[in-house]
T-cell receptor
Framework: ELKVEQNPLFLSMQEGKNYTIYCNYS?????LYWYRQDPGKSLESLFV?????AVKQEGRLMASLDTKARLSTLHITAAVHDLSATYFC????????????FGKGTRLHILP | DGGITQSPKYLFRKEGQNVTLSCEQN?????MYWYRQDPGQGLRLIYY???????QKGDIAEGYSVSREKKESFPLTVTSAQKNPTAFYLC?????????????FGDGTRLSIL
């Protein structure tokens, strides 16, 4: 059974600092997704990672995937207040049943 | 503009009542999903459907029912058997065989008990 674990679940950090959110998953998968959710809102897609070693960057966010370790990271560089949100990783089942399982999310609070 | 429309935005349920949440998409996507989100929690899969007239249970299907009579529509009924229905419900869709594309989400329906 596919399980997805994120850590930390809550992160409070100062503006200008760097930090990394981790996403571990329990069974082999070839597709991993990162989403952002603002309070009371829906989910916004950030990155799609499909192969071992994939790295994608958008502004101060960079995501990477290690399929052998079953690990993805979301790295925040020189954080700014606007990045405060909850970040979810989601992993696709290899059964090709189109099932997607989400982690519990990391609530990121960036202090000015 | 293409997208997913969920309605209503807010819904209140009385004891013993069934309520239905609507999800419509005009993206021509094959697969559709319902997730439940509790405060401070991640998304848990309730039901999903890959094609019309077929759907599968997710991890927390008990107390819920769905139908998929049309490609663009995937309504979710929260039955009276669901004893703790208060949550934020999100509908999503994707094209079939969609690995390189993320799920598209609706704006959600917030359900509360009266």
């Amino acid at each position: 059974e596919l399980k997805v674990e994120q850590n930390p679940l809550f992160l409070s950090m100062q503006e200008g600092k760097n930090y990394t959110i981790y996403c571990n998953y329990s069974t082999t998968s070839d597709r991993l997704y990162w989403y952002r959710q603002d309070p009371g809102k829906s989910l916004e897609s950030l990155f799609v990672l499909l192969s071992n070693g994939a790295v994608k960057q958008e502004g101060r966010l960079m995501a990477s995937l290690d399929t052998k370790a079953r690990l993805s990271t979301l790295h925040i560089t020189a954080a700014v207040h606007d990045l405060s949100a909850t970040y979810f990783c989601a992993v696709g089942s290899m059964n090709r049943d189109d099932k997607i399982i989400f982690g519990k999310g990391t609530r990121l609070h960036i202090l000015p | 503009d293409g997208g997913i429309t969920q309605s209503p935005k807010y819904l209140f349920r009385k004891e013993g009542q069934n309520v239905t949440l609507s999800c419509e998409q005009n993206l021509n996507h094959d697969a559709m999903y319902w997730y439940r989100q509790d405060p401070g929690q991640g998304l848990r899969l309730i039901y999903y459907s890959q094609i019309v007239n077929d759907f599968q249970k997710g991890d927390i299907a008990e107390g819920y029912s769905v139908s998929r009579e049309k490609k663009e529509s995937f309504p979710l009924t929260v039955t009276s058997a669901q004893k703790n229905p208060t949550a934020f419900y999100l509908c999503a869709s994707t094209p079939l065989g969609w690995g390189n594309q993320p799920q598209h989400f609706g704006d959600g329906t917030r359900l509360s008990i009266l």
